[in-house]
T-cell receptor, first 114, second 114 residues
Framework: DAGVTQSPTHLIKTRGQQVTLRCSPISGHKSVSWYQQVLGQGPQFIFQYYEKEERGRGNFPDRFSARQFPNYSSELNVNALLLGDSALYLC?????????????FGPGTRLTVL | GENVEQHPSTLSVQEGDSAVIKCTYSDSASNYFPWYKQELGKGPQLIIDIRSNVGEKKDQRIAVTLNKTAKHFSLHITETQPEDSAVYFCAANNYGGSQGNLIFGKGTKLSVKP
């Protein structure tokens, strides 16, 4: 079975631009979470979506937004990019939103902001 | 909210030796503790997880122990091999917070020397 897939693999943007990252969860999984991983740090939670509804939000500015589609895939949007947004953006899928639900990560999208 | 501390930040062992990575957490309500392995340029891969109703779990050369009273958990890798070299992250769920999101430690870079 295919794991979590993300696109694109790499992306280069300039300050002030907008970016959209995409994620497809494991088949049968209904929840998608987004994390930001800055070089040398652990992933940091951004959003969780389940059944197209936001179920959780981390400590990120309103420039970050996301949505989930009926097929459970998801998009993460970041507006007005800053240099500090350069990071690996990870998508994780899980069957539901249970507190002890196993999350499986995709390979990530490497975003570089110049 | 939950906070996870991970030690050591780097660990170097000889092939065949054991490696131990320790994590502490702050929120006694956390009840799910996964460990992830991340190789260069890839997303985190789940290697083992433990829930708070058990004290130890093993999977071949990998084991995790949990001490709820002391609020710490550890990863044990026996008979290390060069392919075990990677960055390892511990995490705890943010029970009662943003549903199901994981709080990660800062990672341990494990190097196994042949």
């Amino acid at each position: 079975d295919a794991g979590v897939t993300q696109s694109p693999t790499h992306l280069i943007k300039t300050r002030g631009q907008q970016v959209t990252l995409r994620c497809s969860p494991i088949s049968g999984h209904k929840s998608v979470s987004w994390y930001q991983q800055v070089l040398g740090q652990g992933p940091q939670f951004i959003f969780q979506y389940y059944e197209k509804e936001e179920r959780g939000r981390g400590n990120f500015p309103d420039r970050f937004s996301a949505r989930q589609f009926p097929n459970y895939s998801s998009e993460l949007n970041v507006n007005a990019l800053l240099l500090g947004d350069s990071a690996l953006y990870l998508c994780a899928s899980s069957f539901s939103t249970g507190d002890a639900d196993t999350q499986y990560f995709g390979p990530g999208t490497r975003l570089t902001v110049l | 909210g939950e906070n996870v501390e991970q030690h050591p930040s780097t660990l170097s062992v000889q092939e065949g030796d054991s490696a131990v990575i320790k994590c502490t957490y702050s929120d006694s309500a956390s009840n799910y503790f996964p460990w992830y392995k991340q190789e260069l340029g890839k997303g985190p891969q789940l290697i083992i997880d433990i829930r708070s109703n058990v004290g130890e779990k093993k999977d071949q050369r990998i084991a995790v122990t949990l001490n709820k009273t002391a609020k710490h958990f550890s990863l044990h890798i026996t008979e290390t091999q060069p392919e075990d070299s990677a960055v390892y992250f511990c995490a705890a769920n943010n029970y009662g917070g943003s549903q199901g999101n994981l709080i990660f430690g800062k990672g341990t870079k494990l190097s196994v020397k042949p």
